[in-house]
């Protein structure tokens, strides 16, 4: 299960990275976004314990720093997936027919730097869960 997630984790971080050049992949953006959003579900089905312990133990500066970064990560991420369907261009969503410049304008802003924020924050997040990544590494590399 460790390496599922870690494939999971490593595939959300290279979606992110790829929706990050929109004049790379044009259309393709959409298609990447759509998959980031499925894994990032996925992502959040997995580590569903975080969300269970989240009101016991003690909060310590380190554990509310941490709390702080996933609850910012989570509301980015919210905010990335409530705007695509009103800025796409490749696919007929119906909310991205109609809009005013400025709404469009508005919308796609808080869409950029929404994903450019929680791209940042996501670093951050797997800087946060590097002894999983080591773990892992080790892990492969014992057998």
Do not use: C, Q
């Amino acid at each position: 299960m460790l390496k599922v997630r870690f494939v999971i984790d490593i595939a959300m971080a290279i979606a992110w990275l790829l929706t990050l050049k929109y004049k790379l992949l044009w259309a393709g953006h959409e298609y990447v976004g759509v998959l980031l959003f499925a894994l990032f579900i996925l992502h959040i089905i997995l580590n569903y314990r975080w969300f269970a312990n989240l009101g016991k133990g003690t909060y310590n500066n380190a554990r509310k720093l941490r709390t702080f970064i996933n609850f910012a990560l989570l509301i980015s991420m919210i905010a990335v997936i409530l705007t695509a369907p009103f800025i796409a261009r490749a696919v007929d969503t119906g909310f991205n027919t109609g809009l005013t410049r400025a709404s469009y304008k508005l919308f796609k802003g808080i869409h950029k730097g929404a994903g450019k924020l929680g791209f940042d924050l996501m670093v951050v997040h797997m800087i946060m869960h590097m002894a999983f990544f080591k773990n892992i590494l080790r892990i492969g590399k014992a057998k």
